[in-house]
């Protein structure tokens, strides 16, 4: 048996979602994210049985808390997993509040299918069944071991793993893996490594630390998910965020920021802080009306070591975007209720940022048809989504069973992303000091994959390789 080292490539191959890597060793298993599908396409991929037996895989690396990295590892426990899964401390903290959610909401799909399909008459087969169960997500969680930042950790058979500061949400993390070289059949001796990128975030993003540049690596797996575009500049989020606090101020109406509960949540308050502190707004209630968000928010709070610079001076100060005066944390569905029965222009931010479930569907049955409310759109809206429809200019929308007209103004910033444009992209990979034996493009449609590559071996003249989903690579 060959002594080389491989790669497959289980998801996040030429599409965005369902992050999964495998190395192999002789009998030694490592993977590198468990990540669940988003896009409707590749949905089934989700419950199709894993290319291994998860209980032959010895240990899990996650990058970070993101569903698709994570979101199949209730499912890969109950199959048979065992082992350690490592990750960053606020990883692991985030990892918790995102899989038992996401349990909840496979149990309501499921319970939601079987309903339309008894009252449809009709019978399976369909996945009436819950993806996995809450009691799945719990029996997932006392696997998760938490590794500092930039400590190797020992993984198995001789290959140890580093985490390092992705810049992407908190805790988000690049993984180097060191392990022996060889070649036709026989160990060189030679260390060799590769580096997943995870997700890169933005430099200069608010609140956590940029991204980690590597100057060597043997091997690097890379994400491309805007490897075909240059982000509009964030410099100019804080001044739209003054204008449509302002103008909704002046009208009279409330101002509703659809968000997501992780990373953009927090950072809109960071911005509502600056402009406070600034005096460029006014002295408003804000009202963050997610129970997720706020346990996430409770685990910024205590990772006061991820901030960066700005940050950090920041909450030293006392002026931390988590606790100003007149910031509110709704957690029980009376206090929500509560906020409707409010006069005057109050902020309230709540899920689902796409606006297909949650708190926000209530907020915007009280305020789209007034014309002094504002809908502020800060995330990206995927087709299909009511969220899309209020974008997109209707006049008429559906929410909870009954038809609303639009009155309500409609923002939109578009200069929030924790993902890395091409030329941060290439800002990343400009790190290396010499060409890797490999480069693999992963985590983005074929056609930002695609763009990227011509990009690189334009500006590099190397020749990134675009792996297909299931295909295999000798690390030799
Ligand atoms: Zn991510
Ligand atoms: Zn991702």
Known sequence: MSSQISVRFLGAAQNVTGSSYLLEHQDRRVLVDCGLYQERKYRERNWAPFAVD????????????????????PKLVREGFSGPIYCTPATAAITRIVLLDSARIQAE?????????????????????????????????????????????????????????????????????????GSGGRSSGERRSIVFSGDIGQWDKPIIEDPTV????????????????????PGEVEDLVAEAVNTTH????????????LERTQEVLYHLNRLLQADRIPHLVVFVDSPMAISVTEVFKD?????????????????????????????????SKAINQIRGTSIIIAGS?????????????????????????????????????????????????QSWRRNARIRRISGFSAHADQPALLRWLGGLQRPPRKLFLTHGEAEAIRVLAGKIEQEKGWKPLRPEYGQRFELD
């Open 54 to 73: 998860p209980g032959s895989i010895d240990a899990v690396l996650l990058t970070h808390a993101h569903l698709d990295h994570c979101g199949l590892l």
């Open 109 to 181: 799909d499921a319970e939601y299918k079987r309903r339309r399909h008894e009252k449809e008459g009709r019978s399976g087969p369909y996945p009436e069944e819950p993806l996995y169960t809450e009691e799945d997500a719990e029996r997932t969680l006392p696997l998760l071991r938490s590794v500092s930042y930039n400590a190797p950790v020992p993984v198995t058979g001789g290959i140890t793993a580093s985490f390092f500061e992705a810049g992407h949400i908190l805790g988000s993390a690049m993984i180097r893996l060191e392990f022996e070289g």
């Open 214 to 233: 590597f100057t060597e690596s043997d091997y690097v797996v890379m994400e491309s998910t805007y490897g075909d575009r240059t982000h509009e500049d």
């Open 250 to 261: 002046r009208a009279g109406g409330n101002l509703l920021i659809p968000s997501f509960a």
């Open 303 to 335: 990772h006061p070591e991820l901030f960066d610079d700005a940050m950090q001076e920041q909450v030293q100060a006392g002026h931390s975007p988590f606790s100003f005066s007149g910031l509110q944390m709704t957690r029980s569905v009376e206090q």
């Open 353 to 401: 940022g796409m606006c297909t479930g949650g708190r926000i569907k209530h907020h915007l049955v009280h305020n789209i048809y007034r014309k002094q409310s504002t809908i502020l759109f800060v995330g990206y809206q995927a087709e299909g989504t009511l969220g899309r429809q209020i974008l997109s200019g209707a006049r008429e929308v559906r929410i909870l069973g």
